[in-house]
């Protein structure tokens, strides 16, 4: 709200420059509250406790509004100009500043391979980037153009609404891995147990049982199931069946591509899945071909790779 503000009052000014002091004055007076948001909203997130928005909030907000009254736009543009606005600019970067520590894990998580941002991971990044790119643009904006602010604005905007609209997994929120282990976190002594014994899972092969359950996995790593399956949803963003079921498809991979006297729907079963529908289904959609059409691909890589004698 305190960004569109600031952005309706560029587009009119850049458009009408004989805009009413007043609108303009409401306009960069709203600035003032964009960082103090920015910290409380990524703060929220992260620390998942509540804030003394009143000590963010009031003083600048009470601030503002006696140097509005007392040095009104209209009558004191060389203040604003000069003075107030570079005040408000510098306050906006200090919190940005202050609110990069929320996400600098998550930053860090983007270099590890390992380990996979969530969806509400990039959605926070996407607000914090976003923030600091529309300050960039409006301060560097006297060496370009006043408009640039407000078009940096459009295209973080644009680019969020492509980001929620294209994410992979349409049926989850941004906010369910959030709300679904809200005020919960996984102790450091658990979290290094899960990290070093989940391979487990992979080289005692035990996603071949068909009816391996989070519980099944859970008692094998001696933790409780709810720490294993955060661990995944916060590490991986993957569920524990989704995590079950992409090593269960590499299994079949090796199957389909190795001789074997198996049938293609036997290398399922073999594999770990319970049923020929959920084989097919699941692996097309890690892979984006048919158990049979991966199978043809590799046979027929394999015929043109040339001997070396």
């Known amino acids: 709200m305190t960004l569109s503000l600031r952005i309706i009052k560029s587009v009119f000014f850049y458009f009408n420059p004989n805009l009413s002091g007043t609108f303009i004055q409401i306009g960069l007076s709203a600035c003032i509250l964009i960082g103090p948001f920015l910290f409380l909203y990524l703060k929220s997130y992260i620390k998942n406790e509540a804030s003394k928005w009143k000590l963010h909030i009031l003083p600048f907000l009470i601030g503002i509004t006696v140097l509005g009254i007392t040095y009104p736009y209209i009558e004191h543009r060389i203040v604003w100009s000069r003075w107030i606005v570079k005040g408000i600019y510098i306050q906006w970067l200090i919190y940005i500043v202050l609110s990069f520590k929320f996400v600098k894990p998550i930053f860090k998580r983007t270099f590890q391979k390992e380990r996979k941002l ?6 926070l990044l996407s607000v914090f980037s976003g923030v600091t790119f529309i300050w960039l643009s409006y301060n560097i904006g006297s060496y370009t153009s006043y408009i640039v602010g407000a078009l940096s604005f459009s295209f973080i905007l644009y680019l969020i609404i492509l980001l929620i609209i294209f994410k992979k997994n349409k049926n989850v929120s941004f906010f369910k891995v959030k709300e679904k282990y809200k005020n919960k976190e996984i102790d450091t002594e658990t979290l290094e147990l899960i990290e070093s014994r989940l391979s487990i899972v992979k080289n005692k092969e035990l996603y071949l049982n068909p009816n391996l359950t989070l519980t ?29 079921n992409e090593l269960r498809v590499e299994k079949a ?4 591509i190795h001789s074997n006297p198996y049938t293609i729907e036997a290398i399922g079963y073999e594999s770990g899945f319970n049923s020929k529908s959920t084989f097919y289904t699941t692996f097309k959609k890690n892979t984006g071909q048919t158990p049979s059409e991966y199978q043809k691909s590799k046979k027929n890589k ?3 790779i040339i001997p070396n004698f």
């Open 118 to 123: 969530t969806s509400l991971d990039i959605w």
């Open 216 to 244: 099944d996995v859970a008692k094998e790593l001696n933790v409780s199931q709810h720490s294993l399956s955060q661990f995944l949803n916060n590490n991986f963003g993957k569920s524990f069946s989704l995590f079950i």
């Open 253 to 256: 991979k090796e199957l389909l």
């Open 302 to 304: 394999s015929r043109f």
